[in-house]
């Protein structure tokens, strides 16, 4: 996005100066055809500062809006990626391949910019002189007036996305967030609990993030997969990084799970007590699957504060305590959370360089004058649903028109290498 953007926005003006993608990757793009399961979703219909997290949601506002929704749409359009939107709000190219998204930009990238890969860049030494920038790599040197950092977080870091980028920012003069942590990210359950005997159950539950003092800080209603190790599944993967920077806070925070959010604990406790008909198991079955009604009523019998009753119960001549711990084991379970899967298998990263290091009108260093970032190795990380992507876009888009916009020696930036580094971007 940086390399197109700022190559249209030079030609607008009559000008072609030299941009270099630099991949250190043997290939391009492998985040994007992994995403949204092999299919690119690549934005949402609405996208607001609030499905965001790390820098202040003002700071994420100001970047997003300089392209929104409808200017990504109309973007890829104009490559000839055509939407369509699924319920949920997602937007996947019509072909539900990833590969349509990454070949789109390659092509329009490749008009403006020469691409080179495996080009890992090693480090970055800043010339006082000139006031411009090497990099270096195994590949030899490459010396460039400006250099913008979109070498990404460090989520599955087999993809090329390693945290180098954070390192290359540090050797700069930039400070990253205090803590870097796994965002989107699985959540593991301690070695017996019955979750990870229900492996391969989907259904949608609501996650709720409660403080010490029993405050509500978070809640995510949304499909949710049991499996061997825990939970997965969009409401898992969203509440992960709250749950993870609060805890690290406080230890005493708790996440819950409502496995039937239709019911809170009131109304369920109520429902319980008018039934004079049914019995729990009955009553459950209307909101969860057979085995997960049966696994949640076991949990029931083994609370040590729930009196002896004859299974054929009906709800209603249930003592008190038992209907209190019922309604609460179904909508409101404690999860004994043992840590997450780790960036192995995160979709995103938390923390980064801080937006407040950056001047957010060209996402220029505000510590490095000439040195750039957008996408992920910015403080910001979105929930699930194609949010990373669009804060990909507009980060880009805004580096992109910032150094298209700043005249440059149209001298061609010279390489130092041994041998020329492969141009081969199939
Ligand atoms: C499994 C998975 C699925 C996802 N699905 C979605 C989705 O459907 N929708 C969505 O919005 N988001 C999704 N995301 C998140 C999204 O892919 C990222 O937020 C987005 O790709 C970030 O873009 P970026 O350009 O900042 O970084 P990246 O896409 O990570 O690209 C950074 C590139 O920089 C290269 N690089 C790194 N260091 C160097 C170096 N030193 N020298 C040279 N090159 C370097 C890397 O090889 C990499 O290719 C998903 C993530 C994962 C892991």
């Not at 989520?155 to 003069?173: C, N, Q, R, V």
């Not at 259904?203 to 509500?216: D, F, N, S």
């Not at 083994?302 to 309604?327: F, G, M, W, Y």
Request: net charge positive; charged share 20%.
């Amino acid at each position: 996005m940086a390399g197109i953007w700022a190559g249209r926005t030079a030609a607008n003006q009559g000008r072609r100066p030299q941009i270099v993608l630099l991949e250190g990757s043997s290939k391009l793009g492998r985040k994007i055809l992994i995403s949204g399961g092999g299919r690119c979703n690549l934005t949402h219909q609405v996208v607001t500062p609030a499905d965001y997290a790390g820098s202040s949601r003002n700071a994420i506002k100001k970047v997003l809006k300089r392209f929104d929704v409808p200017a990504t749409v109309k973007f890829f359009n104009e490559l000839g990626v055509h939407f369509k939107t699924e319920e949920t709000g997602k937007l996947f190219p019509t072909t539900d391949r990833a590969q349509t998204v990454l070949n789109a930009l390659v092509r329009e990238a490749q008009t403006y910019a020469d691409i080179y890969h495996p080009c890992r860049v090693e480090s970055i030494v800043r010339c006082q002189s000139t006031g411009g920038f090497e990099l270096l790599g195994d590949w030899g040197s490459l010396r460039a007036r400006s250099v913008v950092l979109a070498t990404g977080g460090k989520s599955i870091p087999k993809t090329g996305s390693d945290g180098h980028g954070f390192e290359l920012a540090k050797s700069l003069g930039h400070s990253l967030t205090p803590q870097l942590f796994p965002a989107l990210v699985p959540l593991t359950l301690t070695k017996d609990h019955f979750i990870r005997d229900l492996s391969g159950m989907t259904l949608v539950t609501a996650l709720e993030l409660w403080g010490p003092t029993g405050k509500r800080l978070e809640r995510f209603e949304n499909s949710t997969l049991c499996t061997h190790f825990g939970l997965s599944g969009p409401a898992a993967l969203d509440v992960s990084r709250y749950y993870l920077a609060a805890v690290k806070d406080d230890p005493n925070v708790s996440l819950t799970i409502n496995w039937a959010p239709a019911w809170n604990e009131n109304s369920l406790g109520e429902q319980l007590r008018s039934e004079s008909q049914r019995r729990p198991y009955a009553i459950l079955r209307e909101q969860v699957p057979d085995r997960l009604a049966k696994a949640l009523l076991d949990c029931w019998q083994a609370d040590p504060d729930v009196p002896p009753h004859a299974p054929e119960t009906v709800a209603c001549q249930l003592s008190k305590k038992a209907i209190r711990s019922l309604a609460r084991i179904v909508t409101r379970m404690p999860l004994p959370i043992t840590g997450t899967r780790g960036f192995d298998f995160a979709e995103a990263t938390a923390g980064g360089v801080p937006l407040q290091e950056i001047q957010l009108q060209r996402m220029e260093s505000r510590v490095c004058p000439g040195l750039h970032f957008c996408g992920e190795i910015c403080d910001v990380d979105g929930r699930i649903g194609g949010f990373n992507f669009q804060w990909a876009w507009a980060s880009g888009y805004v580096v992109g028109v910032a150094l298209g916009d700043s005249p440059v020696s149209s001298e061609r930036a010279p390489f130092n290498s041994p041998q020329p580094p492969s141009l081969d971007v199939t």
